[in-house]
């Protein structure tokens, strides 16, 4: 493929159901420091997700890093380094209270790690040592208190859609505009 991949995200999430994405982001203290060290930890937990849900077969994929500026929030606060990691392989189980609960557990598993790096829910939309966002398992549809998947704003914040662009373009080539966003460029 020549030139920039153009691709609709929103579209291509419907061929996804066997997937799980993660969004990733930090912008306090060293955050590239910070997604390197989570990076084989990430791994490590989604490797026992996987197992646990009986995805022998799951494979791991990672966008890029990218620099977005902050949406909301203080004034002021340091941009953020984001990235997108992708499950594929691992579709929820048909049972949705067993999807449920295991989707849950992985959000109590995520909080812990942002937790192990530093992370204190001060204000919404502050500044983080690292913010680990579930995006989506599949076609699973789950609204509870904790948890919405897939996640209510996630093809509204450039920070997700721009790692989530090039990690579904194919060949890694940068996205060149995304859909439903007039404006967004590589």
């Known amino acids: 493929m020549d030139g920039p991949c153009r691709i609709d995200v929103g579209s291509s999430l419907a061929d996804q ?3 799980l994405a993660i969004a990733l982001g930090a912008n306090l203290g060293d955050p590239l420091a910070t997604l390197i060290a989570v990076r084989p930890q990430l791994e490590l937990l989604l490797r026992q997700f996987a ?15 990218f620099r977005t500026e902050p949406m909301g929030g203080p004034a002021g606060q340091p941009s953020y380094l ?8 691992c579709p929820p189980p048909l049972d949705v209270a067993i999807a449920a609960a295991a989707a849950q557990g ?21 500044p983080r040592s690292l913010d680990l966002d579930l995006l989506w398992w599949g076609n ?10 897939p996640h209510p704003r996630m093809l509204e914040r450039s920070f997700v859609l721009v790692p989530l662009a090039a990690l579904l373009c194919a060949g890694g080539q940068p996205p060149l505009r995304l859909s439903g966003r007039e404006g967004w460029w590589e």
């Open 82 to 89: 984001n990235a997108v990691f992708l499950l594929e392989g």
């Open 51 to 65: 197992t646990s849900m009986a995805c022998g077969g799951a494979a791991a994929r990672w966008s890029p890093l």
């Open 17 to 19: 159901p066997s997937s």
């Open 140 to 149: 699973l549809r789950l609204l509870t208190p904790e948890l919405t998947l």
């Open 106 to 126: 992985l959000l109590t598993d995520l909080l812990a790690l942002e937790q192990r790096f530093g992370r204190q829910r001060r204000e919404r939309w502050g």
